[in-house]
């Protein structure tokens, strides 16, 4: 079974401020999240495959990890 992280726990992970993974929330951005009760709560596995979702989308962490050819 997944472990579950509070929203400080994921802001602490991910270092960016509670107030913007609410915003994420609000938005249907970021991880996924749910209610649990009043909490807010994320499982680590989410929180893991929208990481690698997000390194996966960016251009610059790919050309990061993938050599370039010289063009001569």
Known sequence: MDELLTL???ADWLR???ATL???RHCRQGPASFRLGRRVMY???AVERWL???AAG???AQASSTPRR???
Do not use: I, Y
């Open 16 to 18: 960016v401020p509670e």
């Open 58 to 60: 960016d251009p610059t």
């Open 8 to 10: 400080r726990e994921v």
């Open 43 to 45: 499982r680590q596995a």
């Open 52 to 54: 690698q979702e997000q």
């Open 22 to 24: 609410r915003w994420w």
């Open 70 to 72: 010289r063009s001569t």
